[in-house]
């Protein structure tokens, strides 16, 4: 089977720990928009069962790696996150509330702990471009995540002073981060195009546009500026042009599967978790471009990608059934 043009032979896909738990905890919460509510609960568990056998599972990175090749530990927090923000919106006793709290304390936690042993070193001598992939983006999408869980977190505890200006302050640090790494792939895939990382992650850099569409929104709502409608109409056209770069890089990578799906022969292997992902975020991102702008077109797309984000959740569930299936039935080897 001939490869399409970019893509390298035996290109290792990058260790996502926590890929299922972002991409149905978001569909979790995107449930409601895309007209099936009565799956969000379901969902959110499944994401929590999901992310406990991530945890308990046996073998997991027993070796010293590259700082690179852990960035996709970020999608640890993210999915704490996720799941901090679901349990947030179930409310109720304060068994759940409490629980709510601890994860999202725990992906803050997780944040820093990767920032400091994963990013620093990484800033301190950098790897090059040739390295940036799209697995990059996990990295401010923490940041991000952790502001739209702790501004859920605001709301669920009466507005604790603390938290918002923590909310602020991880919401601007993830948006400059986009911005950053943003700026950074561009000028690598304008000097080496996708060659030598793999296609799936890319999708994180549109996700991670609506993600900080969302978390301006969420924030914005937490810190009502003097200027009052109008300060969050500026907030709307920033966050939209924030959701705009995450659209550019939605048509590429779009345009891109398909291309490489038209060019190959038969699919091999399971199909990853962040374009699942991706599309939650952005569609929680247009919803809140739509929310401070008062724009119905732009609603109207969040409530499309929310769709195709419960869609593209049951393919990639169904895919993934049989690879689990012959895991269950394999007969154990004697050693």
């Known amino acids: 089977m001939s490869k399409p043009s970019g893509e390298e032979p035996g290109t290792p896909v990058p260790d996502l720990p926590f890929g299922a738990v972002m991409a149905t905890g978001a569909a979790s919460q995107l ?7 009565a ?22 990175r027993r070796k010293r ?10 999608t640890v927090p993210i999915g704490l996150a996720v799941i901090g923000s679901g349990l947030v919106r179930l409310g109720g006793p304060a068994l759940v509330t409490g629980a709510a709290e601890a994860v999202v304390a725990g992906a803050w936690l997780t944040t820093g702990v990767l920032l400091a042993t994963v990013v620093a070193p990484l ?19 923490a940041l991000l995540a952790d502001a739209v869980a702790a501004s859920a977190l605001v709301r669920l505890s009466g507005g604790v002073r603390l938290l918002r200006w923590l909310a602020l302050a991880a919401a601007g640090l993830g948006v400059i981060g986009y911005l950053v790494v943003a700026g950074l792939a561009g000028t690598r895939l304008v000097a080496h195009r996708v060659d030598g990382v793999p296609r799936a992650p890319w999708w994180i850099a549109a996700g ?24 969050l109409r500026i907030l709307g056209w920033v966050a939209l042009g924030l959701l705009s770069i995450g659209t550019v890089a939605l048509i590429a990578v779009l345009t891109g ?24 975020v952005y569609a929680l991102g247009a919803s809140q471009v739509g929310r ?16 195709a984000t419960i869609c593209l959740w049951v393919i990639t569930v169904l895919a993934h059934l049989p690879a689990l299936a012959r895991l269950r039935l394999r007969p154990r080897r004697a050693r």
Do not use: K
């Open 257 to 280: 599967s398909v291309r490489f799906v038209l060019r190959i022969r038969h699919l091999e292997g399971r199909p990853p978790w962040p374009p699942t992902f991706s599309t939650g």
């Open 31 to 37: 449930a409601a928009s895309a007209g099936v509510g």
């Open 39 to 60: 799956v969000r609960v379901p969902l959110l568990w499944t994401a929590i069962v999901v992310a406990l056998a991530a945890v308990a599972s046996p073998g997991r």
């Open 292 to 307: 401070l702008l008062n724009e119905p077109v732009i609603s109207r797309l969040a409530d499309a990608a929310a769709v």
């Open 65 to 74: 790696v590259a700082a690179t090749a852990r960035l996709g530990d970020f």
């Open 208 to 231: 991670c546009g609506g993600l900080s569409a969302a978390a301006l929104g969420r924030v914005g709502a937490l810190h009502p500026a003097g200027g009052g409608e109008e300060a």
């Open 123 to 141: 800033l301190a001598s950098p790897p090059g471009l040739r390295s940036l992939g799209g697995v990059s983006f996990l990295v401010p999408a």
